[in-house]
Every structure is written in structure tokens, then in C-alpha cells.
């Protein structure tokens, strides 16, 4: 036994610097192994491999040019991306924002039952409750009417309903829908890999519109009516040309998942003018060959003259995206991080307090909500461009996760995100408390893990 884990720590090792892994990356695996050796091998095998190009895997997703795309002055973010061959932004585009559950709960419901031939769903949570029951109930509706339902889960992300809850898509698959769990942990164990899961929340109607951002399906994130315990959450529906990237995204993630090819978008279907609103869709994730999106973020932190705010549940950054932002704060940037006081996740608590501490003592603005917890994802670079999405800024979500964002390059749009973002800071705490020894120890040997979170 010990001459076999002896070889599989080696050819750890060995694959880790065959990779080419970043060091803080490599040396927080070999600490893993170390200390507990018998576990950290196997989940190396699981959690510690990234970009897969092997057939049995989803394969490298290849990014279309689509018609109507912007050709205006560039800037820092645009052209990383471009360079990085993402399609360029798209301008015939109309965009609505809701920062809220109801509103964001009325314009899915309307989406739905406005959809006359399909209608392409993908989350990463889908919960067994009132909400997805009523949600259901739209999709068999619409599904009996004739409209091609398609409805892509995760398989981890909703393993309550994955495991358990399955007979409550019974009538909307009798009805003629499609309903298919992402990776599945058990009906595929030699293709499944548990650590690379879909992030991305797509919600498709007639390949005209799209509904898209934080929000997962369920009570949490969205309801018809108040609940107290609901999160603070972004969703955003875009009409026009940027909805053909959010389409071929998904027939991506769906003919991996389904067997089932779905033809490509190059150009809307239905010509006609949308809006004027600049928007550039970002995937990232294994399927994709480059890490176009963290490079965009880092040019877009050093590009910044005025301000940087930040709003995202976790954060747990690289080296590099730390660095960005303490040389920004030293630029004479305002640097805010939004972030709730206190997350739905223990360990990623452990895991940021470090970074925030670090933050803290040079003087960022360290923003802490108490009222609710906060699962919004956003970055407001100046006045000139706001990312929004679903990725987080920690390693699992910038490095591992199946993830989509939007860049937003409109002053309408930035505004509106900014008056939101204000909103956090009514009445928030500035400062995060000096930590017991306990926590304090339980904070350091949690930050010595943070690359492999």
C-alpha cells in the first residue's frame, strides 16, 4: 500500500509539472498530500486536472462569428477577448435588468408563456418547491401546445432533485419535453468528473430572447411573492443579436449532455432593430481552449482610472487578480468589494477572510451586507463597461466551472448597475472583525488551500 501511493504522489507530481501548473497551485497540492496523502492523491485525479480534451469528455467548444457585430474605437477588455478569439460585441441589442425576485420571477413566467416554438432552459440549481412547480406547470403548458422544451440541469449543483425529486418532470416529459441532467453522477461514473460542473444559467425563448445571469431556479433566487430569506440576485433579459452566442453555447452544453444536435445561430432569425445596448457574451470553462474571460478581467482591473466594484458572494482570487487590485488601489483606483457579511458556505468564509484582510490593511473598501446573503456576480470597471454573469471570483468558478458573463460597454447600463451596487452600502459594515486564535488558524490553513477550492 505504501509503495502504490508512494508511485500515484509521483505521478502526481510528475502531471503537475507536465501541465505546467501555476506554482501557488502546485504547492498547495503537495501541502494537500502531505498532510493528508491518502486523500489528497484520489481527489487530485478528480478536483486537480483542468482543460479536457479527451472524446469522452465535452470537447473544445469553437466560438462563432455571427452578423451585426460592433466595429467601433476598441478598449482594454474588448480586445483581449477579440485577441483571444471571442466574437466581437454586438450593438442591435435591447437589455433589461431586474435586482430583484418578483420582477425577475413575472419576466421569466411572461418569457415562457410568450413562446411560441422553443424554449432552451440550462441552471446549475433547480429546486423541488412552489417556484419550479409553477415553472413546471408553464413548461408542460407550453409543452402540449407544441413548443420544443429543453431543460438542461446539473447534476451536483441540483443533486436533491437529481437523486431524489425526479418524478416531479414526469408530466412535462410526457408532454413531449426533453429533460437531461449535466454529468451525471451515476449513470456515466467513467465520463463523469465531479469537479467540472455548468455554472451557466441560460434561459432561451424563440432564439430571440434570452434571460440570464445569478439566478437559479427556486424560491431562493426568485417567487411571485416576498420571501424574507431570498438572496440578492441579478437576473437580465437581453432581446437581439447577442442571444446567438447564448444559443450556440447551449446546443454546445445540450448535444454533449443529450446526443442531440441543435443547428447554430450565425445571424437573428427575425431581422428587425432590438436596442442600441453594446454587449459581448464570454463563456468559460473547460470547452473553452483559452482563459479568455480571467485575462479580460485582469486587463480590465489595470485599465481602470476611477473605480472598481466589485459585488460577488465568494472571493477567493488568484496571485495575479490580488495583485491587480492592490496596484489599482495604489493607483489612486476606488477598489470596493461587495460581499455579504456572512455566505452560505463555511468554508469559503475561511477561505476569503485572508484575502479580505489583505485588502483591508492597505485600505480597499471592504463592504460587508448583513440584511441577506448576496449571490450576485458583478464588476464595474469606471464608467465604461460592467461585467455580469455567472462566475464568481474564485478559483472553481474563473478556472474549473462551466461559466457565461456578459460585458456590458453601455453608460445606461453601468449606471444602472452602480445605483444598484449603491444600494449594498446603506447601512453596511466597513470592516471585518479581528478573528480568535481558532478562527484566525482556521483562516491561514484554509488560505494555504484556497487554489485547489
Known amino acids: 500500500i505504501i509503495l502504490i501511493c508512494e508511485i500515484l504522489i509521483l505521478l502526481v507530481v510528475i502531471r503537475m509539472v507536465a501541465e505546467k501548473q501555476k506554482p501557488t497551485g502546485m504547492m498547495a497540492w503537495i501541502l494537500a498530500i502531505l498532510l493528508i496523502p491518502y486523500v489528497a492523491v484520489p481527489f487530485y485525479f478528480i478536483f486537480g486536472i483542468r482543460k479536457r480534451k479527451r472524446r469522452r469528455h465535452k470537447g473544445q467548444f469553437t466560438l462563432r462569428k455571427i452578423d451585426h457585430v460592433d466595429e467601433s474605437r476598441p478598449y482594454p477588455i474588448r480586445t483581449v477577448l477579440i485577441n483571444q478569439h471571442i466574437p466581437k460585441p454586438t450593438r442591435n441589442n435591447d437589455f433589461s435588468l431586474y435586482t430583484n425576485g418578483i420582477s425577475a420571477y413575472e419576466a421569466l413566467m411572461t418569457q415562457i408563456n410568450n413562446a411560441k416554438d422553443t424554449i432552451y432552459i440550462s441552471t446549475y440549481v433547480f429546486q423541488n418547491d412552489d417556484v419550479t412547480a409553477n415553472i413546471l406547470k408553464a413548461l408542460t403548458t407550453k409543452a402540449q401546445q407544441g413548443v420544443t422544451v429543453k431543460l438542461l440541469i446539473d447534476a451536483l449543483g441540483s443533486w436533491k432533485v437529481y437523486f431524489f425529486y425526479q418524478r416531479i418532470f414526469k408530466p412535462l416529459k410526457e408532454a413531449g419535453a426533453k429533460v437531461v441532467f449535466f454529468m451525471p453522477i451515476i449513470q456515466m461514473p467513467f465520463r463523469n468528473y465531479i469537479n467540472y460542473r455548468n455554472h451557466r444559467k441560460i434561459y432561451l425563448f424563440d432564439d430571440e430572447s434570452v434571460l440570464t445571469g445569478g439566478m437559479n431556479l427556486g424560491d431562493e433566487y426568485l417567487g411571485p411573492t416576498k420571501n424574507a430569506k431570498r438572496w440578492d440576485d441579478l437576473l437580465f433579459l437581453i432581446q437581439g443579436h447577442a442571444v446567438c452566442h447564448f444559443h450556440n453555447i447551449f446546443t454546445s452544453d445540450w448535444e454533449y449532455s443529450a446526443k442531440e444536435h441543435i443547428a447554430h445561430m450565425s445571424s437573428m432569425q427575425r431581422e428587425s432593430h432590438y436596442g442600441e445596448s453594446l454587449l459581448q457574451v464570454v463563456p468559460s470553462g473547460p470547452d473553452i481552449p483559452s482563459d479568455a474571460l480571467y485575462d479580460s478581467l485582469i486587463a480590465g482591473i489595470y485599465a481602470a482610472t476611477k473605480r472598481i ?134 483562516e491561514t490553513v484554509v488560505k494555504l488551500l484556497a487554489p485547489l477550492l
Not at 316 to 335: H, K, N, T, W
Not at 359 to 381: P, S
Not at 400 to 414: G, H, K, P
Open 309 to 442: 466594484w466589485i459585488v460577488t458572494p465568494y472571493f477567493v482570487p488568484s496571485d495575479s487578480l490580488l495583485e491587480a487590485l492592490q496596484i489599482a488601489y495604489y493607483r489612486g483606483v476606488d477598489v470596493k468589494l461587495i460581499t455579504p457579511k456572512v455566505s452560505n458556505h463555511l468554508i469559503a468564509d475561511l477561505a476569503r477572510s485572508g484575502f479580505m484582510r489583505q485588502l483591508q490593511n492597505i485600505g480597499v473598501d471592504i463592504v460587508l451586507f448583513d440584511k441577506q446573503m448576496i449571490h450576485a456576480k458583478a464588476v464595474l470597471f469606471d464608467d465604461k463597461a460592467v461585467m455580469l454573469g455567472s462566475v464568481n471570483l474564485d478559483n472553481r468558478s474563473l478556472f474549473l466551472n462551466y461559466e457565461i458573463v456578459t460585458f456590458a460597454y453601455d453608460q445606461s447600463i453601468v449606471r444602472d448597475i452602480s445605483n444598484w451596487m449603491q444600494g449594498f452600502l446603506i447601512g453596511a459594515e466597513h470592516r471585518l472583525e479581528t478573528p480568535s486564535k481558532i478562527r484566525g488558524f482556521g
